[in-house]
């Protein structure tokens, strides 16, 4: 007796396989990454690189933040022992241009290096910013030198500061306008000497408006 499950007929299942559609060969795996198949290592580098980034991600974040507080640290440390230093200079500086003012007509300024120190700010400088201010008369309001001193009071005060920092360098010439304006005797004399001594060091030209000759012409290269 035949079983009924021998009579019954299976269909055919026919299959094909097409290594052009389903292997993976480089030039598909180039396709999808749009590159080219010796470019593939670049990208699988890529993805390496980044896997280990996500996998050791709070590792790395931690090694930078540490890096970071130390470099700031250090900064820190600098930025305040170059403050006490500007802190210093700032007070001779301002003594030493002062003594210069009397002999110049200018007995009665005041020069003044403001320093202001702001330990929020982080610059390659340092914190600090420095400004150089005058008060030209008692009573008066001091301010910026570009802005308050007149052209005359400008010139004598630059002169003043560059004979204080003669030794510490200078530009290659200096230029002095209208530096003897209403001025005469014992204080054109001073300032003639002190022309004569930058220019021994550096090029110094002087432009007047006095008749004659210029204090001390030997001071004019």
């Known amino acids: 007796m035949r079983s009924k499950s021998?009579?019954?007929k299976w269909p055919m299942i026919r299959t094909s396989w097409n290594p052009s559609r389903n292997a993976c060969s480089?030039?598909?795996a180039a396709r999808k990454h749009q590159t080219t198949p010796e470019g593939l290592i670049e990208v699988l580098t890529k993805y390496t690189a980044d896997l280990e980034t996500l996998q050791n991600g709070e590792t790395k974040l931690a090694a930078l933040t540490a890096a970071e507080a130390k470099a700031m640290e250090i900064?820190?440390?600098?930025?305040e022992t170059l403050s006490a230093g500007r802190a210093k200079a700032a007070i001779a500086l301002g003594k030493a241009v002062g003594a210069e003012l009397p002999?110049?007509?200018?007995?009665?300024?005041k020069f003044i290096v403001d320093h202001q120190v702001d330990r929020h700010r982080i610059a390659a400088a340092g914190f600090d910013q420095i400004a150089f201010h005058v008060q030209t008369n008692p009573g008066t309001a001091a301010g910026p030198l570009l802005k308050v001193a007149s052209g005359g009071e400008l010139s004598r005060f630059l002169l003043a500061l560059k004979v204080v920092l003669a030794d510490r360098g200078s530009a290659p010439v200096l230029i002095f306008d209208e530096i003897d304006t209403g001025v005469?005797?014992?204080v054109a004399d001073a300032i003639g000497r002190r022309l004569a001594r930058l220019a021994g060091k550096v090029q110094v030209l002087a432009v007047t408006?006095?008749?004659g000759s210029p204090p001390v012409p030997s001071a004019i290269c």
């Not at 900064?75 to 930025?79: E, I, M, V």
């Open 6 to 8: 021998s009579s019954v």
């Open 209 to 211: 408006h006095a008749p």
């Open 75 to 79: 900064y820190r440390k600098a930025a």
């Open 184 to 186: 005469g005797g014992a």
């Open 103 to 109: 002999d110049l007509k200018l007995g009665a300024a």
């Open 26 to 28: 480089p030039c598909a």
